[in-house]
């Protein structure tokens, strides 16, 4: 059993995979979690259930796009992009998001219980926290969204608190007084430190017998109807069965195998300050800009935005420099002397759901990735639900919405 990718899903998936009792090898073209895994915000979210496509949307990207604003579209990329923007405003429609809403929740609804049975008895277990988390706004009665946003977390059971501005003061006390609005989701949770939790659990994975493997996959031998065998660095390693969870690379392998997917870079950044002089309770989103600032295990780590320069564009490191100039206006305090900046991509598909199935043309072969701003939620019940179809039983969800054959 070869697992591609060593980020959060497949990590999980070789764990998972290891409990249903398959003998596992995990390849990745770099060290283990140093893709997107590496520097999220490390929002645990069961009650992420809002896309980033919803009606009304449409109307926001001008503001988002404004110089300073939260989206950028690097010039020379545009046209490239174009196609996968359009199939994302057809999926913001009423019925379709609301459809998106019903898989994200069944996607993310588990994730910390995922997480417990995952790294109980284990060093990781003491890097997630069941927490809450807090969404502010500059604007009166805007942190919960709009009106649709708001029914799709009552729909999904979804437990939100609302406060005034007094009220996110009292949440957390380091926040400057400009927030005029809150939403508290006290179910939501928090990773204290993303990379060294996939390293933990690639650690573990190991401990129990997995195989780690250092390359990157290049190619597949196929007889037509199965995959039989990796070909990595120009070598090939036989294969009885293969999970694709490679990330925002994944498009690229799974078309190898017959199904091109449009998986965009959807490239964040992030800055994180050591000893920053303020004390975060919870993690906090800010709103308005879409960012997270997350207390974690090494510092004060602010993270967002979205960037789209394709796969290989160097870094526009004025974007980690912004999140640090929005940072010091939500935290009077802080210091800002110990500082380092990162760029991840994340995995994006234009209808905000990842693909998590058997690949259509080969029966051995899993397509596990497209988690885009949620990866780190759904990693672990994605890694379980990889297991129990290669083990050929019943997902405990429905699939349907994930389907690898959607964008034929
Ligand atoms: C700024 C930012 C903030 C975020 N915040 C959050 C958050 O708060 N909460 C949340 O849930 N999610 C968050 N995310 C999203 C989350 O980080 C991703 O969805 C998740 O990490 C994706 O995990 P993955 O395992 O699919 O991919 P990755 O972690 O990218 O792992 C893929 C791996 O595949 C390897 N690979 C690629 N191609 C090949 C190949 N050909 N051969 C071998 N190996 C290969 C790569 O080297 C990499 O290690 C955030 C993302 C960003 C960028």
Redesign the pocket.
Known sequence: MTV???????VCSAAWLQRAGFKVTL????PVG????F???????PGAVVPYMIPGFVKEVPGWLAQNGPLAVRPGYFFKVLPWMLTAVRTSRAETAMTTSRAMHALHRGTLDAYDELTRNTDAAALIERCGQLYVSTRVNAAQGSAIAQSMRQAAGVKVIALNEGEIRDAEPALAPIFKSGMLIPDNGRCKDPYRLVQLIAAEAQRNGATILRG???DFQTNGTHVNGIVIDGKTLSAERVVI?????SGQ?SAILGTPLPVEAER???ITIGEPGVDLRIPVTHVDAKF?CSPMNMGLRV??TAEFAGYDAAPDWRRAELLGIQARAMFPGLRMEKVSRWM????SLPDGLPVLGVAPDYANAFFA?G???????A?PVMGKIVAELVAGRKPEIDLTPFNPARFR
């Open positions: 591609i990718g060593a980020g959060i899903v497949g390849i990745d073209a770099g140093e893709g997107a895994s520097g999220n915000a490390g929002n645990l979210s990157k996959v290049t969870a490679a990330g925002a690379a392998l964040g950044y992030h997270v993270a967002g991840g991509r994340r995995p990735f988690n885009s701003h949620f990866g780190m939620s990693g």
